[in-house]
């Protein structure tokens, strides 16, 4: 095969060759896009304009949104201007930025993820100790330090992945995703980004397994609460959580844990879908469903709305 290192562009995989499919698939994401966009922006103005949310919790939650509204930003938008354009190509400079973001806000999310599972067990299981330990002073740093972490495992990936020599420009993927990237390589330094992957994959793990230890602990401390309402107002914090750390890891390992080869190019684009846009979809609704704060600060976010648009109506009459 030709050595393609030098190609300006790449190839993506088409959802469908018939035109009325592919503007099917456009209003598709289209709808997919603008719900994450608008969930998440509406826990991000809920949170900073309700002061009552001005908690360590809603604070992560807030960077959580942020990570969500990027992750959803840099692969749809693209999606949909190839379906309703007929197009297949992204360039190469924008195939770097999709690796790029893609690992930034994934790395920075679970890193957050983690974090509020450390929050979340010093309020229910350290409650007299959790103003001294999560001030606001440390709940910065440690979002700091979480975007920090997306961005060196993003920059270490992305320098490894277009180290490599490509033998193809095709892609089997309907964004730049770097296990497809990978079979593109006539070259042995793929090595290198497949040891990276496993690496990230094993801290991964460790985070996982103290998020699970963590809420083992934090569910005995739980049963051990004398109070229904005190032990369901503790789980209503939660379960969301443990929800959104669930659908990210496991729709990670349902994509990447797959033996190489031996999947379809339309299972690839399930998996694909699962762990990129499923979670910065689903995340915002999961936390609103059993959170009352947060369907309060909703409600008064419409009910602000629905005042400033009947003032503007007032002084055009």
């Known amino acids: 095969m030709p050595n393609l290192t030098s190609t300006s562009e790449f190839l993506l995989l088409g959802f469908s060759d018939i035109r009325e499919l592919q503007i ?9 896009y603008l719900t ?5 922006l509406l826990i991000i103005i809920a949170v900073a304009l309700d002061h009552h949310l001005h908690t360590p919790m809603y604070f992560f939650l807030m960077n959580l949104a942020i990570l969500d509204l990027g992750s ?3 692969i749809i938008p693209k999606a949909m ?3 309703l354009l007929n197009s297949r190509s992204i360039s190469y400079s924008g195939c770097v930025a999709q690796v790029f973001c893609l690992f930034l806000f994934v790395g920075a999310d679970f890193a957050i993820l983690t974090i509020m599972a450390h929050d979340r ?3 229910i299981c350290n409650p007299l100790q959790y103003e001294t330990i999560m001030h606001k002073r440390a709940c910065i740093q440690m979002a700091v330090s979480a975007w920090i972490t997306g961005i060196v495992y993003a920059a270490l990936h992305t320098s490894c992945t277009f180290s490599i020599t490509f033998c193809s420009n095709m892609i089997n993927q309907f964004f730049c995703e770097v296990p497809q990237l990978l079979k593109l390589s006539c070259s042995n330094l793929y090595l290198v980004e497949v040891g990276l992957l496993i690496f990230g994959c094993t801290i991964t793990g460790g985070c996982f397994i103290y998020i699970i230890i963590t809420y083992i602990q934090i569910f005995a401390t739980v049963l051990k609460m004398p109070s229904v309402h005190g032990q369901k107002k503790a789980l209503s914090t939660c379960l969301p959580h443990l929800t959104v750390v669930s659908l990210l890891v496991f729709s990670g390992i349902f994509a990447y844990a797959k033996p190489p080869g031996s999947t379809s190019s339309e299972l690839n ?8 846009i499923l979670p910065p979809l689903l995340n915002p609704f999961i936390y609103s469903m059993r959170n009352k704060e947060i369907k309060s600060a909703f ?3 419409s009910v602000l709305g629905h005042f400033f648009s009947k003032t503007g109506s ?3 009459h």
């Open 299 to 301: 409600l008064k976010l």
């Open 81 to 83: 201007a190839n379906s």
């Open 121 to 123: 067990h010093i309020a």
């Open 24 to 32: 099917l698939h456009f209003f598709v994401f289209l709808t997919v």
């Open 36 to 40: 994450a966009v608008t969930g998440n």
């Open 269 to 276: 684009v399930i998996c694909a879908v699962i762990y990129a």
């Open 314 to 316: 007032c002084k055009i």
């Open 72 to 74: 959803a930003s840099f």
